[in-house]
Nanobody
């Protein structure tokens, strides 16, 4: 099992940047495919970005491509989401997810077995 703890959320103005972090427990972090999802009020949780176990392959939702960057440091058991050029529509609770069975990141909630508690990101206009 793995436990995930997100941090780095907050309030930022349109056009600003934030970096989210997700710290994972355990010694086998590099065996987990990782992803970020988000959920805005009244909406379903949606895929934002995913990264392979090695970090060599990354995947993004069209809505964040070119603005967000996912990365991981397997030595620190941490995955990051660098968010630039933020827009009000990026306002959501952001969740970190992990799965040990995926060969490549999935885009559906049920692809992942482990979830963090979420961190709020609010972008003001």
């Amino acid at each position: 099992q793995v436990q995930l703890v997100e941090s780095g959320g907050g309030l930022v103005q349109t056009g600003g940047s934030l970096r989210l972090s997700c710290a994972a427990s355990g010694r086998t972090f590099n065996s987990y495919t990782m992803a970020w999802f988000r959920q805005a009020p009244g909406k379903e949780r949606e895929f934002v970005a995913g990264i392979s176990r090695s970090g060599r392959n990354t995947y993004y939702a069209d809505s964040v491509k070119g603005r967000f960057t996912i990365s991981r440091d397997n030595g620190k058991n941490t995955v990051y989401l660098q968010m630039n050029s933020l827009k009000p529509e990026d306002t959501a609770v952001y969740y970190c997810a992990a799965d040990s069975q995926l060969v490549r990141p999935g885009i559906r909630e049920y692809d992942y077995d482990y979830w963090g508690q979420g961190t709020q990101v609010t972008v003001s206009s």
